[in-house]
């Protein structure tokens, strides 16, 4: 009898020594789950995973690997779950490189398109409430937020590189993709916390002038459940989910 319903699953976690990607990695691990983990340095990774025999870590620069390199890393894995993110410095936010999860989440995709899984890889894609999608699919964010937020694409390169991988999800992929399905889960202020309850909506709830609390131990948990809860992924595939931490009573 199989004691342990999610071994089969084998997950490739980028920016997995960032303060969400290490909080995912660990809940993974936690779940029963293998994980395939590019990273930058092991050093950084979440104290207490080093040598999880559930874990392969392969340090590299995700934008050092060639498109063959990252199929090989895509290559027996059932889904991709990227928490990366530009360095919160000045030097992260506006210096090179300038994108980094947009050119990522496409080669992830170019990686399932040429490997033909027989299952749709999942593709999980943390992002952000600044990410919004065409043709009023968002309508709680009017005019003014918009020119707002086009602003802060406008000056602020990070922002636009999260809303360019979002656009390449809605638009070059699609939902009728047999390779390839996807999930952006849109996050408002990040904070500290353990897992809790949390709300998730299709759409913003909250106005940029009044963000709502996201914490990073709530984000992982969904990214998790989104891989391996096959209900979960149903109702949120090809969408793009705003998590936000429930009122407390
Ligand atoms: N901060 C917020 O309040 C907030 C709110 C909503 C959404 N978001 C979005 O959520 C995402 C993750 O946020 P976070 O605060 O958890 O991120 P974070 O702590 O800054 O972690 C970013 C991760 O990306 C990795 N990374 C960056 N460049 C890389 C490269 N070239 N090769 C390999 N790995 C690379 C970093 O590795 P190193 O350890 O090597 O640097 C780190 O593991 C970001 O896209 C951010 O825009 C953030």
Redesign the pocket.
């Known amino acids: 009898m199989n004691t342990n319903p999610v071994q089969e699953h084998l997950v490739l976690l ?10 995912v990695l660990k809940q993974l691990l936690d779940r029963g789950v293998h994980v395939r983990a ?4 092991a050093n ?1 990774l979440p104290e207490g995973v080093a040598g999880h025999p559930r874990l392969t870590v392969i340090e ?5 690997l060639s498109s063959e390199e990252m199929l090989e890393q895509v290559r027996g894995c059932d889904a991709v779950i ?7 410095d000045l030097k ?1 936010i506006f210096g090179a ?1 300038r994108e ?2 947009a050119p ?1 989440v496409e080669r992830v995709c170019a990686a399932a398109v040429a490997l033909e899984p027989t299952e749709p890889l999942k593709v999980v894609l ?5 990410v919004h999608r065409s043709h009023a699919l968002d309508p709680r964010r009017g005019s003014a937020e918009r020119a707002f937020v086009a602003l802060l694409r406008a000056l602020v390169p ?2 636009k ?2 809303q360019d991988a979002a656009d390449y999800l809605l638009e070059k992929v699609g939902s009728s993709s047999p390779f390839v399905q996807w999930a952006v889960v ?6 500290e916390g353990d897992v809790s309850k949390y709300a998730l909506h299709e759409s913003f709830v909250s106005s940029l002038a009044k963000p709502d609390d ?1 914490s ?1 131990a709530n ?1 992982a948990h969904f990214m998790c459940d989104l891989v391996t809860e096959p209900q979960v992924w149903g109702t949120w595939k090809g969408l793009l989910p705003v998590i936000a931490n429930a009122a407390k009573a």
């Open positions: 980028l920016g997995g020594t960032g303060r969400t990607g290490g909080r590019i990273v930058r340095s950084r590299a620069d995700v934008l050092a990227s928490c990366l993110g530009h360095t919160t992260g490189p980094l999860v990522m943390m992002s952000s409430v600044s990070p922002a590189d999260n849109r996050c408002d202020t990040l904070v996201t990073m984000v």
